[in-house]
């Protein structure tokens, strides 16, 4: 087992990386926890719910069931309410804790319900897709949807624990694990670039989710993201370089409708329209665009976006949460490995647009 | 001007506590905001909007208003939602700044919005109603209703700054005014015995809304506290004695429906029934339950609980924030100024419901 520990303001606690970490879960459960409240949708509890409510109930606590509707468009205000509902009619108090099972959308939801309920209750992160188990599940980040805007309402709010079990990927879709991969080859791009070549030299065996790689794939970026945000929990500054590739994905996802693309998917190919912008902002070589192109090409991500109006592209990119006071900001890449925030006039975006 | 300063792991602020506040606004502003929302409702507009409206506009920024319906009823997930959407739709962004005038509602309801709103902004509390200004607009407790109990749903969340204008006051309802003030004798009850005495020998004052007292009621009650939620900011000690009285007053507002009695009223009722109770179980003076009950009485607060079945009594508290794994906490006071939090079988409980 790999464990990587995590440092914020908020709290500290451990990710777990283990194949079959799933059945281990009640060695992460609290002692003095009163009810746990299982939330995950049907098709993962279809797959995995029996083993982690076995597992749950080797504590001896009452085990409360939450199932919500599996997909993004459910990450709503009304998901949110069914969650309260049940926690409330199964009389959950403080000392309560949710066990979160699924993809970005369970964790996502169920963190924010943590955060929130009776003004915060404990949550473990039990993530099921590569996206979540490097992305999603580490730092804190929960929120859900509106209808103008992508995690427009949500709270920084740490688990307790996050548990990964590599395994649970091999019943994931093939556009799943490349939705992952391209949160993987992110860390790599921002902050380490020995970690893009091994990606890039590992496309292969990571694509088929051979345990060696995978796992060193996930331990690494859970270490990257770990050390971003033990810097910068509250995305005041550094923690912002995790968005590379989310302004442009972001719009993508935000004019597509939601859950179109694989949100993984769209910051694929927004890490590609990044890395040209970054070459007409900051001076990243060609050759280094081009090697972005290729790995995210070659871990099955888009690399060419929705043809819309520039004018469109540039109103949606306008609601993301990191515009303020009108400008543009993105995440750009001055080198492969390094990483700045940094505004960008219009026609400069647009100009980067009609290349695509 | 008299300024109490509240420390918290989760911020410091300062409370300002003047006569004629509001039209000073602007100097609590931050620089770098970008747009002000002004949340509050079409009563307390009609009388404080305009020159709210106009001390924002000092600042030379743009000014939102958003107006939610009055009364506890609305502080719902609905009303929640329409602060999100009126905030989306004015495209706010993360260094917009939330200005809550109002009452409990407007205040508790806009600091919940902050706190999730892009995973939350900043905002400042200015209390229109007594019992806001001395509770509920200082620590940092914000929340909304859920049908199936008070505050259910909501985050520690602490303001910038707390602006209370004395003077806002003169337009309360006199059943406001004794609501407000049962939780200034609260303080004297947990926490200074001598403030106790200075309330009753000024009860008459206090009931007058002479300016003097008012603003030595408001700023001792700020100052005890500030004290208490710098010392447990997320209530898991000594801020549980904040809530003396409420643990039977909650069971009143969720028994009658919320709104029916102001939650200051069912406070006083529900402190004479914890001070009887403090006599049962931890030896709290004959005469200190009456120096209790005759405060409540001469602040004009009910002292007589709606007449209920005690299992009625009981269910309706075991759905209380304060209820852990079954049993029933609550604030308890040894002598007067002193109190502690303990648990009571429900006999004790009944045995005490029966005298009422």
Redesign the interface.
């Known amino acids: 087992m790999s464990v990587v520990q995590v440092h914020t303001p908020g709290g500290n606690y451990p990710i777990h990386v283990e194949a079959g970490r799933l059945d281990q879960l009640q060695q992460s459960i609290p002692a003095d926890a ?1 009810t746990l409240a299982l939330i995950t949708n049907p098709t993962v509890f279809a797959l995995y719910g029996q083993r982690v409510l076995t597992a749950l109930q080797a504590t001896g606590k009452k085990v409360v069931q939450v199932q919500i509707p599996d997909g993004e468009a459910y990450k709503t ?1 009304a998901t949110l ?1 069914q969650i ?2 049940a926690l ?2 199964n ?1 959950l ?3 309560a804790v949710i066990v979160a099972l699924g993809g970005g959308v369970v964790g996502d939801i169920s963190g924010f319900a943590a ?6 209750i404990r949550f473990i992160q039990v993530p099921t897709t590569l996206l979540s188990q490097v992305d999603s599940s580490v730092g804190g ?3 859900i949807n ?1 209808p ?2 992508k ?6 709010y740490q688990p307790i624990a996050v548990e990964i079990d590599i395994h649970v990927l091999k019943t994931l879709p093939k556009r799943e694990i490349a939705a992952g991969l391209a949160e993987v080859i992110k860390y790599g791009m921002i902050t380490d670039a020995d970690f893009l070549d091994w990606c890039l030299a590992h496309t292969e065996a990571l694509n088929q989710l051979r345990d060696a790689e995978l796992q060193q794939a996930v331990k690494r970026s859970c270490e990257l993201k770990a050390y971003v945000v033990s810097q910068d929990e ?2 005041s500054g550094l923690r912002a370089i995790l968005n590379f590739g989310h302004t442009f994905g972001h719009a993508i996802e935000a004019g597509l409708g939601y859950g179109e693309w694989l949100h993984g998917e769209a910051v694929g190919c927004g890490m590609v329209m990044a890395a040209e912008l970054s070459a007409e902002v900051c001076g990243l070589s060609a050759e280094s665009v081009q090697k972005v192109r290729q790995l995210v090409q070659a871990i099955g991500c888009p690399t060419t976006p929705p043809q819309w109006d520039h004018d469109k592209w540039i109103d949606l990119m ?2 993301d ?1 990191k ?3 009108g400008q543009l900001r993105f995440v750009l890449l001055p080198e492969l490995g390094r990483s700045v925030v940094q505004a960008v006039d219009v026609a400069t975006v647009k100009k980067v647009l009609a290349k695509f």
């Not at 955060?115 to 915060?120: K, L, P, Q, V």
């Open positions: 009163t205000m309410e309260f509902d409330l009619q009389r108090d403080r000392k955060a929130c309920f009776m003004r915060g980040k929960t929120a509106h103008l805007g995690n427009m309402i949500g709270a920084f509250r995305e306008g609601l949460k515009a303020e006071g």
